[in-house]
């Protein structure tokens, strides 16, 4: 087990660059196509992201793109590029993993931390309205021990002039009790491209439901949050929707002006500054517990998009 990995950690330092392709137009609808290293993800013909499985210590998504080709998340550590931050390399482009999952560090990418190993593709489908991505991956420490699995979906919805994603996680207990430790650093998260970030020269903007911005909105709980900023002189958003049906809705944010943009249920102690706090959680053996977003990916400020009805949208269904 332990050779296994020693490769595996190997692998992670083999990363396939993937770069915008132009749209074609004899392709049509969602398309989802795996290979050994993942899947790609088109939508009438367009690249929307890769889906990596054997690059990093955790699957991930990069590149993450807008209805007309721009890239919304960084690069680094993917890719080296001069005008962007290389600060926090473990913040690979979208992501999901949480810093102390029975003591062991997911979100941190240290010779400690723990792995999330991609096991299986449940569902690879295309279609014409939808396509849809399943895995299974399970949680392992660096010594090679199981702690839990997860099932993840990400669904890919064909609308025009915007890119409109849901992900769904369901985390297990397979192998005994999980406790999800009370820590900042979770869960769901994406790093904005660094012209986003509200700290850049350009100046981004981040707002949630609750009317919070850039600062204030940080360990704030709220419906959705709404990431916007300028990337190769356009304005785009990444805003992300918190199902009431997913678990401890709605979920606290620990979103930066540098750019890190996550939902994370479990951070109470340093969200509110108290130590009397405990927002930890256990799941019991043989039990579960679900978490549900949408990603809308859009051009414009959060009022020029629509956000607020889209969200709408999304938690009536």
């Known amino acids: 087990m332990k050779h296994l990995f020693l490769f595996l950690t190997a692998l992670c330092i083999s990363v396939p660059v993937v770069s915008a392709e132009p749209l074609n137009k004899a392709k049509q609808g969602v398309e989802v196509v795996t290979d050994k290293h993942g899947a790609t993800i088109r939508i009438n013909g367009q690249l929307f992201t890769r889906y990596l499985i054997d690059a990093g210590p955790k699957p991930y998504c990069w590149p993450v793109l807008s209805a007309d080709g721009t890239e919304v998340t960084r690069a680094f550590p993917m890719k080296k590029i001069e005008s962007e931050k290389h600060d926090h390399p473990h913040q690979r482009s979208w992501w999901f993993t949480h810093g102390d999952v029975n003591g062991i560090d997911f979100w941190a990418e240290t010779e400690e931390s723990g792995l999330i190993v991609h096991r299986a593709f449940l569902t690879a489908r295309s279609g014409s309205r939808v396509g849809e991505l399943t895995t299974r991956n ?17 669904r890919v919805h064909n609308i025009d002039e915007s890119r409109l994603v849901d992900f769904d996680i369901t985390v297990a207990a397979t192998e005994g009790p999980v406790t999800f430790g009370d820590t900042k650093e979770g869960m769901m998260g994406f790093r904005v491209a660094t012209s986003m970030d509200v700290n850049s020269e350009m100046g981004g903007r981040i707002v949630n439901s609750r009317g919070q911005t850039d600062l204030d909105a940080w360990g704030q709980a709220a419906e959705w949050v709404d990431y916007t900023g300028p990337v190769n002189r356009r304005s785009l958003g990444v805003a992300v929707f918190n199902h009431p049906s997913s678990f401890r809705f709605p979920t606290y944010w620990h979103v930066r002006t540098y750019g890190l943009f996550a939902a994370n249920p479990f951070g109470l102690h340093h969200f509110k500054n108290n130590d009397a706090l405990d927002g930890g959680h256990t799941i019991a053996k043989g039990s579960a517990i679900t978490f549900r977003y949408r990603i ?6 959060t009022a020029e998009a629509d956000v607020a009805k889209f969200y709408q949208e999304y938690a009536s269904e």
């Open 138 to 154: 399970d949680w392992m420490s660096r010594a090679g021990v199981k702690i839990c699995e997860d099932i993840r979906t990400i």
């Open 296 to 301: 809308y990916i859009h051009k414009g400020d």
